[in-house]
Structure formats: C-alpha cells, structure tokens
C-alpha cells in the first residue's frame, strides 16, 4: 500500500500548487474573483477527465483479456516513464512555475477570458490524475476486493496527507520548504520507477520474453526478506530484490544509467 499512498500524496500537492497559485491570486486581486467559478469548475472538468481515463484503461484490459499480462506490462513502462519525465519537467520548470501561472491569469484577467483559466486548471489536473491512474494502474488490475479496499483507504490517507503537506508548505518554509519537498520526492520517485521498470521487465522474464540468465544472482534475504511487511516496503518502492536475476540486475542498472544520461544531457543543454 506504500506505493498508492506515495503517488497519491505526491500528485495530489502538486495538484494542489497550480490550483493553490492561481486562487490565492484570484484573493489578492479584486478582477479575479469573478473567475473563482472558472477556477472550481476547472478542478471538476479535470478530475472527471482522470476518472473516464481510469474506465478506458479499464475498459481495455477487459476487452484485452487473453493479454492482461502484456497489457499490465506496458503499462508499468509506461507509468516509469511518466515518472521520469514528470521529475525532469519540474525540474525544468518548478523554479518559474508560479510567475508563469500568474502572468498567464493576469492577461485572462485583463481580457476577461476566464475560459483559459478553465482550461488550464483543467489540464493540471487531469495531468495529475491521468499519472497517478497510470502509476497505479498495475496494482489494480489484478486486486481482490480486500486488496481494493486497502488501496482506497491508502488513497485517502494520501489524499489527506497532501493537504496537510500542503498546508505546511504555505506557512513559507518555516517548517518545510517547496525546494525540499520536490528534491525529497524526485529522489524517492526515481527509485519508484526503477521499482515499476524492474516490474516490467521481471513479467517479460515471467513470460519468457527475455531470459532470466542467471536466477538468482545472490541472496540476501537473511538481510532483508523481500516477502517481510518491511521488506515489501522497500521492494515495492526502490526495486529492492532478496533473490533478483541477474537479467533484473541489469535492467535496475540500465534504468539508472538512461536516469542519469537524461539529467546530463539536460544540464549540457542549459549549459549551451
């Protein structure tokens, strides 16, 4: 259940950031209260889009029910890269988000065009939610009802974290400050895409796609048992393996390895 607490926690703050930038504008100008109902009806449009996301996904497993497990796999690729690509994007762009938000608002404000406010909130959210659908969407897929009930009640808790975080975060860094919080996150949603690729390649493994090599490669389960309630923490969000094959070594590695060419090649680019 770390996993669904983790991502829902993470996407719902950062959620809550655009949504809370654009509003605390909206009270600190007199023209903007007239897009309040632009604002809360964006949120709305968004949350919906993410909701009929998660019943096509849905849709389509069923309609894919002699590949689930290919399907599963794909996705779990999928939600890795999201991963990445969300931690490379924020860092591009987290340190100028708030001045790019309110000047947008302050030409829809001047112009009266409050639809692109709805616009806008709505794409944060739907963005927010289409990932976390995404990231959770291999757990789901083959839950049982109690397994089900777990998950919703470990999205909730994530839910009321995220406010809470959220909260803290606008006392203004007296207790915890956004540049921490997104350094922390990124670092702890990098190993939980290594988690989610490894996953995928480990059902590749299963389905004799790719061979295993050398299984098991070692044992450390005197150390850590990944099947331990601790170790099960830990597996499901660094990738941490007792018994990994030497084939899932390697893709841990490779992860790692294009994690790190991106963020080099990033930093080059800016350079130039």
């Known amino acids: 259940m770390g996993q669904v607490l983790f991502i829902v926690w993470r996407e719902s703050v950062e959620a ?4 809370g930038i654009l509003n605390a504008w909206m009270n600190q100008n007199p023209q903007g209260k007239a897009g309040k109902p632009y604002l809360w009806g964006g949120v709305a449009l968004g949350i919906a889009l993410a909701v009929l996301l998660a019943v096509a996904l849905f849709s389509a497993s069923t309609l894919m029910a002699g590949s689930q497990d290919v399907f599963q796999t794909v996705m779990e690729f999928m939600a890795s890269g999201l991963i990445v690509q969300m931690v490379l994007w924020m860092r591009e762009h987290g340190r100028t988000l708030k001045k790019e938000l309110e000047s947008g608002l302050a030409d829809n404000a001047s112009t009266a065009n409050w639809w692109g406010v709805t616009t806008l909130v709505a794409i944060a959210v739907a963005r927010e939610g289409s990932e976390t659908v995404v990231f959770l969407y291999g757990m ?35 207790v915890l400050s956004w540049r921490l919080f997104f350094r922390v996150t990124e670092i702890m949603l990098l190993l939980l895409g290594a988690s989610l690729f490894l996953a995928g390649v480990e059902k590749l493994i299963s389905m004799e796609i790719l061979p295993a090599l050398i299984d098991p490669l070692w044992d450390s389960s005197a150390v850590l048992d990944d099947m331990s309630p601790a170790g099960g923490v830990v597996a499901s969000l660094t990738g941490y393996r007792a018994h990994p094959a030497l084939m899932s070594l390697l893709a841990y590695l490779l992860f790692w390895a294009a994690v790190f060419g991106m963020f080099f090649w990033r930093k080059r680019r800016q350079a130039a």
């Open 140 to 174: 789901l897929g083959s839950a049982d009802g109690q397994t089900l009930l777990n998950m919703s009640g470990a999205a909730l808790l994530g839910l009321g974290l995220a406010f809470l975080t959220f909260f803290v975060l606008q006392l203004g860094g007296k």
């Open 16 to 19: 809550l950031l655009v949504v």
